[in-house]
T-cell receptor, first 114, second 116 residues
Framework: AQSVTQLDSQVPVFEEAPVELRCNYSSSVSVYLFWYVQYPNQGLQLLLKYLSGSTLVKGINGFEAEFNKSQTSFHLRKPSVHISDTAEYFC????????????FGGGTRLMVKP | GAVVSQHPSRVICKSGTSVKIECRSL??????MFWYRQFPKQSLMLMAT?????????EQGVEKDKFLINHASLTLSTLTVTSAHPEDSSFYICSARDPWMDTEAFFGQGTRLTVV
């Protein structure tokens, strides 16, 4: 069975500073990896995904993530955050098919301070 | 991308009543839909997998008689919370799989259920 661990439940950071949100997964088969953002009282918005190919994936809002198979990680990064990036971020994996059921990490609350 | 519409976005109901939540794929046929639940300040947990024309598969610990799932057509799945109690208050969100564009799960907007 697959599992996802987001090592930090909260990450405070000052505006315009870089940030990395960590995600590690475990699975016995090949996986597809996703990062979602959830703003208060809203649904999920897909930031980026890794399906295959280049291990560096670029997403929306200036975010990127790097798939590291040997370390089973898929950390999310942004070189300069904005106040508007304050939200909950979820890492997720699926097996078999990219559109299949997702296993989510516990979430990381990114808090951007002015 | 494919669009999934979930309705209602918010619902408040009295304890003991039932609530139906709809999940529709608007521009594709979804052979499989998934229902998730998110308690406040927690992550999303898969409740059940819904396949068109067959019985849903429930995750361990999810009461199938309480959370009735129907997937009668390729574009509609419904989740009915029966005899709702305050502890059922949660955010429910569905996703649908497009077998022809299987590059990601397509999520609905979610439903905030409050049982009073």
């Amino acid at each position: 069975a697959q599992s996802v661990t987001q090592l930090d439940s909260q990450v405070p950071v000052f505006e315009e500073a870089p940030v990395e949100l960590r995600c590690n997964y475990s699975s016995s088969v090949s996986v597809y990896l996703f990062w979602y953002v959830q703003y208060p009282n809203q649904g999920l918005q897909l930031l980026l995904k890794y399906l295959s190919g280049s291990t560096l994936v670029k997403g929306i809002n200036g975010f990127e993530a790097e798939f590291n198979k040997s370390q089973t990680s898929f950390h999310l990064r942004k070189p300069s955050v904005h106040i508007s990036d304050t939200a909950e971020y979820f890492c997720a994996v699926s097996e078999g098919n990219a559109g299949n059921m997702l296993t989510f990490g516990g979430g990381t609350r990114l808090m951007v301070k002015p | 991308g494919a669009v999934v519409s979930q309705h209602p976005s918010r619902v408040i109901c009295k304890s003991g009543t039932s609530v139906k939540i709809e999940c529709r794929s608007l521009d594709f046929q979804a052979t499989t839909m998934f229902w998730y639940r998110q308690f406040p300040k927690q992550s999303l947990m898969l409740m059940a997998t819904s396949n068109e024309g067959s019985k849903a598969t429930y995750e361990q610990g999810v009461e199938k008689d309480k959370f009735l799932i129907n997937h009668a057509s390729l574009t509609l799945s419904t989740l009915t919370v029966t005899s709702a109690h305050p502890e059922d208050s949660s955010f429910y969100i569905c996703s649908a799989r497009d077998p022809w564009m299987d590059t990601e799960a397509f999520f609905g907007q979610g439903t905030r259920l409050t049982v009073v």
